[in-house]
T-cell receptor
Framework: DTGVSQNPRHKITKRGQNVTFRCDPI?????LYWYRQTLGQGPEFLTY????????KSRLLSDRFSAERPKGSFSTLEIQRTEQGDSAMYLC?????????????FGPGTRLTVT | AQSVTQPDIHITVSEGASLELRCNYS??????LFWYVQSPGQGLQLLLK??????LVQGIKGFEAEFKRSQSSFNLRKPSVHWSDAAEYFC?????????FGQGTRLTINP
Protein backbone atom coordinates (compact mmCIF):
# COMPACT_ATOMS: atom_id res chain seq x y z
CA ASP A 1 0.00 0.00 0.00
CA THR A 2 1.86 3.04 -1.27
CA GLY A 3 -0.95 5.48 -0.56
CA VAL A 4 -2.63 8.00 -2.83
CA SER A 5 -0.22 10.07 -4.90
CA GLN A 6 -0.83 13.33 -6.72
CA ASN A 7 1.22 15.16 -9.28
CA PRO A 8 2.34 17.82 -9.50
CA ARG A 9 2.43 18.93 -5.87
CA HIS A 10 2.52 22.59 -6.89
CA LYS A 11 1.47 24.36 -10.06
CA ILE A 12 1.75 28.04 -10.87
CA THR A 13 0.03 29.16 -14.03
CA LYS A 14 -1.12 32.33 -15.69
CA ARG A 15 -4.77 33.17 -16.02
CA GLY A 16 -6.26 31.70 -19.15
CA GLN A 17 -3.91 28.72 -19.34
CA ASN A 18 -5.03 25.10 -19.08
CA VAL A 19 -3.74 22.82 -16.33
CA THR A 20 -4.01 19.10 -15.70
CA PHE A 21 -3.52 17.25 -12.44
CA ARG A 22 -3.05 13.55 -11.94
CA CYS A 23 -4.13 11.27 -9.09
CA ASP A 24 -3.01 7.68 -8.56
CA PRO A 25 -5.24 5.95 -6.02
CA ILE A 26 -4.44 2.99 -3.83
CA UNK A 27 -4.27 0.13 -6.30
CA UNK A 28 -7.24 -1.97 -5.21
CA UNK A 29 -9.57 0.98 -4.58
CA UNK A 30 -12.42 1.29 -7.04
CA UNK A 31 -13.69 4.70 -5.91
CA LEU A 32 -11.85 7.94 -6.54
CA TYR A 33 -12.86 11.41 -5.38
CA TRP A 34 -11.76 14.95 -6.13
CA TYR A 35 -12.15 17.76 -3.59
CA ARG A 36 -11.12 21.40 -3.63
CA GLN A 37 -9.87 23.24 -0.55
CA THR A 38 -9.46 27.00 -0.40
CA LEU A 39 -7.54 28.81 2.31
CA GLY A 40 -9.21 28.61 5.69
CA GLN A 41 -11.96 26.28 4.51
CA GLY A 42 -12.66 22.59 4.62
CA PRO A 43 -12.47 20.49 1.48
CA GLU A 44 -15.45 20.67 -0.87
CA PHE A 45 -16.56 17.77 -3.01
CA LEU A 46 -16.11 18.12 -6.76
CA THR A 47 -16.73 14.70 -8.30
CA TYR A 48 -16.27 10.98 -7.84
CA UNK A 49 -15.76 7.86 -9.91
CA UNK A 50 -16.59 4.25 -9.36
CA UNK A 51 -14.18 2.38 -11.58
CA UNK A 52 -14.22 4.41 -14.83
CA UNK A 53 -17.74 5.77 -14.42
CA UNK A 54 -18.16 9.34 -13.18
CA UNK A 55 -21.15 9.01 -10.90
CA UNK A 56 -21.61 12.48 -9.47
CA LYS A 57 -20.48 16.01 -10.16
CA SER A 58 -20.87 18.97 -7.85
CA ARG A 59 -22.27 22.22 -9.17
CA LEU A 60 -18.85 23.62 -8.18
CA LEU A 61 -17.53 21.77 -11.21
CA SER A 62 -18.11 24.33 -13.93
CA ASP A 63 -17.86 23.47 -17.60
CA ARG A 64 -14.22 24.56 -17.53
CA PHE A 65 -13.47 21.54 -15.34
CA SER A 66 -13.30 17.99 -16.62
CA ALA A 67 -12.27 14.81 -14.87
CA GLU A 68 -11.54 11.41 -16.31
CA ARG A 69 -10.61 7.99 -15.09
CA PRO A 70 -10.20 6.15 -18.37
CA LYS A 71 -9.19 2.69 -17.20
CA GLY A 72 -10.52 2.79 -13.70
CA SER A 73 -7.08 3.38 -12.27
CA PHE A 74 -5.50 6.86 -12.25
CA SER A 75 -7.57 9.99 -12.77
CA THR A 76 -6.91 13.40 -14.28
CA LEU A 77 -8.56 16.72 -13.48
CA GLU A 78 -8.24 19.40 -16.14
CA ILE A 79 -9.08 23.05 -15.72
CA GLN A 80 -9.40 25.05 -18.91
CA ARG A 81 -8.97 28.82 -19.14
CA THR A 82 -7.93 29.11 -15.52
CA GLU A 83 -9.17 32.02 -13.43
CA GLN A 84 -7.71 33.48 -10.25
CA GLY A 85 -10.64 32.01 -8.33
CA ASP A 86 -9.40 28.53 -9.25
CA SER A 87 -6.41 28.99 -6.93
CA ALA A 88 -6.81 26.28 -4.31
CA MET A 89 -5.56 22.93 -3.10
CA TYR A 90 -6.99 20.07 -5.14
CA LEU A 91 -7.25 16.88 -3.13
CA CYS A 92 -7.76 13.37 -4.39
CA UNK A 93 -9.01 10.49 -2.27
CA UNK A 94 -9.78 6.83 -2.87
CA UNK A 95 -11.81 4.16 -1.15
CA UNK A 96 -12.95 0.60 -1.58
CA UNK A 97 -16.67 0.36 -2.19
CA UNK A 98 -18.29 -2.23 -0.01
CA UNK A 99 -15.50 -2.26 2.55
CA UNK A 100 -16.59 -2.27 6.15
CA UNK A 101 -14.49 0.69 7.11
CA UNK A 102 -15.62 2.98 4.26
CA UNK A 103 -12.55 5.13 4.73
CA UNK A 104 -11.42 7.68 2.18
CA UNK A 105 -7.64 7.89 1.95
CA PHE A 106 -6.36 11.28 0.86
CA GLY A 107 -3.37 12.23 -1.19
CA PRO A 108 -1.10 15.19 -0.35
CA GLY A 109 -2.89 17.46 -2.80
CA THR A 110 -1.89 19.70 -5.70
CA ARG A 111 -1.66 23.38 -4.85
CA LEU A 112 -2.67 25.56 -7.79
CA THR A 113 -1.78 29.24 -7.95
CA VAL A 114 -3.24 31.26 -10.81
CA THR A 115 -1.49 34.59 -11.38
CA ALA B 1 -28.72 18.89 2.77
CA GLN B 2 -26.02 17.66 5.07
CA SER B 3 -23.83 20.23 6.79
CA VAL B 4 -21.14 20.39 9.46
CA THR B 5 -20.36 23.30 11.75
CA GLN B 6 -17.14 23.70 13.67
CA PRO B 7 -17.78 26.75 15.86
CA ASP B 8 -14.15 27.35 16.82
CA ILE B 9 -11.89 28.59 14.03
CA HIS B 10 -8.78 28.68 16.21
CA ILE B 11 -7.98 27.16 19.61
CA THR B 12 -4.82 27.52 21.65
CA VAL B 13 -3.98 25.14 24.48
CA SER B 14 -0.90 24.51 26.55
CA GLU B 15 1.08 21.35 26.09
CA GLY B 16 -0.21 18.71 28.50
CA ALA B 17 -3.63 20.29 28.81
CA SER B 18 -6.84 18.60 27.76
CA LEU B 19 -8.53 19.39 24.46
CA GLU B 20 -12.06 19.40 23.13
CA LEU B 21 -12.92 20.41 19.57
CA ARG B 22 -16.57 20.94 18.81
CA CYS B 23 -18.51 19.63 15.84
CA ASN B 24 -22.22 19.89 15.08
CA TYR B 25 -23.84 18.23 12.11
CA SER B 26 -27.09 18.34 10.24
CA UNK B 27 -28.25 15.08 8.72
CA UNK B 28 -31.63 13.42 8.37
CA UNK B 29 -30.69 9.86 9.12
CA UNK B 30 -28.10 8.15 11.29
CA UNK B 31 -24.89 9.83 10.24
CA UNK B 32 -21.51 8.41 9.48
CA LEU B 33 -19.11 10.87 11.14
CA PHE B 34 -15.38 11.40 10.81
CA TRP B 35 -12.56 13.48 12.22
CA TYR B 36 -9.54 14.20 10.02
CA VAL B 37 -6.29 16.01 10.81
CA GLN B 38 -4.25 18.01 8.32
CA SER B 39 -0.70 19.12 9.01
CA PRO B 40 0.88 21.88 6.87
CA GLY B 41 1.65 20.64 3.39
CA GLN B 42 0.12 17.26 4.06
CA GLY B 43 -3.04 15.48 3.08
CA LEU B 44 -5.86 14.58 5.41
CA GLN B 45 -5.37 11.74 7.85
CA LEU B 46 -8.32 9.96 9.43
CA LEU B 47 -8.29 10.13 13.23
CA LEU B 48 -11.50 8.23 13.93
CA LYS B 49 -14.96 7.44 12.64
CA UNK B 50 -18.44 6.66 13.93
CA UNK B 51 -20.84 4.40 12.07
CA UNK B 52 -23.04 2.86 14.75
CA UNK B 53 -22.92 1.17 18.12
CA UNK B 54 -20.88 2.54 20.98
CA UNK B 55 -21.17 6.31 20.98
CA LEU B 56 -17.65 6.80 22.34
CA VAL B 57 -15.12 5.96 19.67
CA GLN B 58 -11.38 5.68 20.03
CA GLY B 59 -8.98 6.79 17.37
CA ILE B 60 -5.31 7.10 16.64
CA LYS B 61 -2.85 9.33 18.49
CA GLY B 62 -4.85 9.13 21.72
CA PHE B 63 -7.94 10.91 20.37
CA GLU B 64 -11.53 9.98 21.12
CA ALA B 65 -14.90 11.38 20.12
CA GLU B 66 -18.40 11.08 21.47
CA PHE B 67 -21.52 10.95 19.30
CA LYS B 68 -24.52 12.65 20.92
CA ARG B 69 -27.62 12.32 18.76
CA SER B 70 -29.72 14.59 20.99
CA GLN B 71 -27.24 17.42 20.51
CA SER B 72 -26.27 16.57 16.90
CA SER B 73 -22.68 16.70 18.05
CA PHE B 74 -19.51 14.70 17.57
CA ASN B 75 -16.85 16.41 19.68
CA LEU B 76 -13.21 15.38 19.56
CA ARG B 77 -11.24 15.06 22.78
CA LYS B 78 -7.75 14.32 23.98
CA PRO B 79 -6.77 14.21 27.65
CA SER B 80 -3.26 15.60 27.20
CA VAL B 81 -2.03 17.32 24.06
CA HIS B 82 1.49 17.15 22.66
CA TRP B 83 3.26 19.81 20.61
CA SER B 84 2.98 17.51 17.59
CA ASP B 85 -0.83 17.79 17.74
CA ALA B 86 -0.66 21.31 16.33
CA ALA B 87 -2.56 21.08 13.05
CA GLU B 88 -5.92 21.73 11.39
CA TYR B 89 -8.77 19.45 12.41
CA PHE B 90 -11.80 18.75 10.25
CA CYS B 91 -15.07 17.11 11.17
CA UNK B 92 -16.99 15.49 8.31
CA UNK B 93 -20.25 13.69 7.67
CA UNK B 94 -20.93 11.17 4.97
CA UNK B 95 -23.28 12.87 2.50
CA UNK B 96 -24.32 10.04 0.21
CA UNK B 97 -21.02 8.78 -1.19
CA UNK B 98 -19.10 11.98 -0.50
CA UNK B 99 -17.76 13.72 2.57
CA UNK B 100 -19.15 17.06 3.71
CA PHE B 101 -16.55 18.88 5.81
CA GLY B 102 -16.71 21.63 8.38
CA GLN B 103 -14.48 24.65 7.91
CA GLY B 104 -11.91 23.31 10.32
CA THR B 105 -10.38 24.25 13.66
CA ARG B 106 -6.76 25.30 13.80
CA LEU B 107 -5.03 24.03 16.94
CA THR B 108 -2.01 25.85 18.34
CA ILE B 109 -0.01 24.38 21.21
CA ASN B 110 1.77 26.62 23.69
CA PRO B 111 4.95 25.13 25.18
Amino acid sequence: DTGVSQNPRHKITKRGQNVTFRCDPISEHNRLYWYRQTLGQGPEFLTYFQNEAQLEKSRLLSDRFSAERPKGSFSTLEIQRTEQGDSAMYLCASSLEGSVSYEQYFGPGTRLTVT
Amino acid sequence: AQSVTQPDIHITVSEGASLELRCNYSYGATPYLFWYVQSPGQGLQLLLKYFSGDTLVQGIKGFEAEFKRSQSSFNLRKPSVHWSDAAEYFCAVDGAQKLVFGQGTRLTINP
